[in-house]
T-cell receptor, first 113, second 114 residues
Framework: AQSVTQPDIHITVSEGASLELRCNYSYGATPYLFWYVQSPGQGLQLLLKYFSGDTLVQGIKGFEAEFKRSQSSFNLRKPSVHWSDAAEYFCAVATYNNNDMRFGAGTRLTVKP | ETGVTQTPRHLVMGMTNKKSLKCEQHLGHNAMYWYKQSAKKPLELMFVYSLEERVENNSVPSRFSPECPNSSHLFLHLHTLQPEDSALYLC?????????????FGPGTRLTVL
């Protein structure tokens, strides 16, 4: 069964600094990969997704992620973090014919002024 | 209303109470999901409905009972819950159950079981 690991429980960055959130997955075939963001008191909002093609995908709010098959990774990046980016970020994996989208445990991002 | 809505947003109940959570999606989707989100744990998929038929039940205790009367509405009926059932319950929908479709989430119901 597929699984998702987010090694960092909590990350703190200064406003304006770059950001990279790590995500590793375990699955035999190429999965469908997602990054979601959850602000306090809110549901999850999709930032970006990868199905196939170009391994560097662009998302909303200036985020991007790169799929690296050799490393089984799908790390999320942003060149310059804004205070409004403080939230919890979830990586998720799914397959074409599988209802069971697996989520990582999440990484909480704190942004320092 | 747009997107996925959930009511109530907060619920406190005793272990002997019976209550229901409601989810409604205004996106014309055919699939709906219940997830449980506990602190420090990954989201746990509880139930999946496709065209009002349950297609997945991930070993959820029988004290949780889902109902999907039509493709726009999903309920989670609760009875004789335990304190460890306290969590954020999220509803989601997608066009179909295939993993190639993103899921759209509601804001959740924060449940506290006393």
């Amino acid at each position: 069964a597929q699984s998702v690991t987010q090694p960092d429980i909590h990350i703190t960055v200064s406003e304006g600094a770059s950001l990279e959130l790590r995500c590793n997955y375990s699955y035999g075939a190429t999965p469908y990969l997602f990054w979601y963001v959850q602000s306090p008191g809110q549901g999850l909002q999709l930032l970006l997704k990868y199905f196939s093609g170009d391994t560097l995908v662009q998302g909303i709010k200036g985020f991007e992620a790169e799929f690296k098959r050799s490393q089984s990774s799908f790390n999320l990046r942003k060149p310059s973090v804004h205070w409004s980016d403080a939230a919890e970020y979830f990586c998720a994996v799914a397959t074409y014919n599988n209802n069971d989208m697996r989520f990582g445990a999440g990484t909480r991002l704190t942004v320092k002024p | 209303e747009t997107g996925v809505t959930q009511t109530p947003r907060h619920l406190v109940m005793g272990m002997t109470n019976k209550k229901s959570l409601k989810c409604e999606q205004h996106l014309g989707h055919n699939a709906m999901y219940w997830y449980k989100q506990s602190a420090k744990k990954p989201l746990e998929l509880m139930f999946v409905y496709s065209l009002e038929e349950r297609v997945e039940n991930n070993s959820v205790p029988s004290r949780f009972s889902p109902e999907c009367p039509n493709s726009s509405h999903l309920f989670l009926h609760l009875h004789t819950l335990q304190p460890e059932d306290s969590a954020l319950y999220l509803c989601a929908s997608s066009p179909q159950t295939s993993g190639s479709y993103e899921q759209f989430f509601g804001p959740g119901t924060r449940l506290t079981v006393l």
